[in-house]
T-cell receptor
Framework: DSGVTQTPKHLITATGQRVTLRCSPRSGDLSVYWYQQSLDQGLQFLIHYYNGEERAKGNILERFSAQQFPDLHSELNLSSLELGDSALYFC????????????FGDGTRLSIL | DQQVKQNSPSLSVQEGRISILNCDYTNSMFDYFLWYKKYPAEGPTFLISISSIKDKNEDGRFTVFLNKSAKHLSLHIVPSQPGDSAVYFCAARRSQGNLIFGKGTKLSVKP
């Protein structure tokens, strides 16, 4: 158990819809990272938050957004969903910016029908 | 442009023998490298790491070697056990802290 909690585990929805993925970091960790893993791909970095502030952006689409709340949990919002958004979405946390290793949750599997 | 490459999608090894997983990278600014293990339906689990100022780090059965001149790192597992069967991801850290991952190598350890 990494201590990082992601909900829901599975999400099935239709094209054009909007969903919210939730992540609770390990106790004491201030940094939250979001990654996307599509079929046969490695994990692709999406966005990084530290103590409520956005710190870095990766290959995140404009239809996607995230935030980190005062209690340090984070949400990833995906809107106007397309078939290609079907993937595993992982959240990871670490104590500070740049701190390693990052500890990962078990992911949310998003299926777009 | 793939900055971290794991060129072997799969590897099969006999129990008790050595498993060697390889990883190449292109960005000389990476300063920290990690290996993660992933079982189906679970998130990646941190295995071992190495700073760019070192060339070897050992933790029990796992050893990571870094060759900076060749931009290559490898993970050695000795002896390999059936429970080691998983997908292994190599990752490199960028300055902001986010990780760049390879596509993974699926290791099968046969009894």
């Amino acid at each position: 158990d990494s201590g990082v909690t992601q909900t829901p585990k599975h999400l099935i929805t239709a094209t054009g819809q909007r969903v919210t993925l939730r992540c609770s970091p390990r106790s004491g960790d201030l940094s939250v990272y979001w990654y996307q893993q599509s079929l046969d791909q490695g994990l692709q970095f999406l966005i990084h938050y530290y103590n409520g502030e956005e710190r870095a952006k990766g290959n995140i689409l404009e239809r996607f957004s995230a935030q980190q709340f005062p209690d340090l949990h984070s949400e990833l919002n995906l809107s106007s969903l397309e078939l290609g958004d079907s993937a595993l979405y992982f959240c990871a946390s670490s104590p500070r910016t740049g701190g390693q290793p990052q500890h990962f949750g078990d992911g949310t599997r998003l299926s777009i029908l | 442009d793939q900055q971290v490459k794991q060129n072997s999608p799969s590897l099969s090894v006999q129990e008790g023998r050595i498993s060697i997983l390889n990883c190449d990278y292109t960005n000389s600014m990476f300063d920290y490298f990690l290996w993660y293990k992933k079982y189906p339906a679970e998130g990646p689990t941190f295995l071992i790491s190495i700073s760019s100022i070192k060339d070897k780090n050992e933790d029990g059965r796992f050893t990571v070697f870094l060759n900076k001149s060749a931009k290559h790192l490898s993970l050695h597992i000795v002896p390999s056990q059936p429970g080691d069967s998983a997908v292994y991801f190599c990752a490199a850290r960028r300055s902001q802290g986010n990780l760049i991952f390879g596509k993974g190598t699926k290791l099968s350890v046969k009894p």
